[in-house]
């Protein structure tokens, strides 16, 4: 069982940055790939990036590649998303995610046993 915190969200105008952290219970926390995903209203779920339990190995969808950063430091059991040059269509609530799976299709919400509860991040123009 893995219990999923994210932190960090806020209000920032376009062109800012701002970093979200995810916070993880368990003592097996390097044994998870994590991904984030976020949530605009009135549209599904979409995959954001996800990152190996390592650490090695990165993936983002394409709408932020060059843009945001997933990284982890496994001795806190945390993950993080840098977000920079934020547009107004970035405007979600982002989830924090864990999957035992590393060969299962990462950009897909089926992949993720456990999610977090979500932070807001609104970019205004």
């Known amino acids: 069982q893995v219990q999923l915190v994210e932190s960090g969200g806020g209000l920032v105008q376009a062109g800012d940055s701002l970093r979200l952290s995810c916070a993880a219970s368990?003592?097996?926390?390097?044994?998870?790939?994590m991904g984030w995903f976020r949530q605009a209203p009135g549209k599904e779920r979409e995959f954001v990036a996800a990152i190996s339990g390592n650490g090695v190995n990165t993936y983002y969808a394409d709408p932020v590649k060059g843009r945001f950063t997933i990284s982890r430091d496994n001795a806190k059991s945390t993950v993080y998303l840098q977000m920079n040059s934020l547009k107004p269509e970035n405007t979600a609530v982002y989830y924090c995610?864990?999957?035992?799976?590393?060969?299962?299709?990462?950009?897909?919400?089926?992949?993720?046993?456990?999610w977090g509860q979500g932070t807001q991040v609104t970019v205004s123009s």
């Open positions: 995610a864990a999957t035992i799976y590393t060969t299962y299709p990462l950009a897909t919400t089926e992949a993720y046993a456990y």
């Open positions: 368990g003592r097996t926390f390097n044994q998870y790939t």
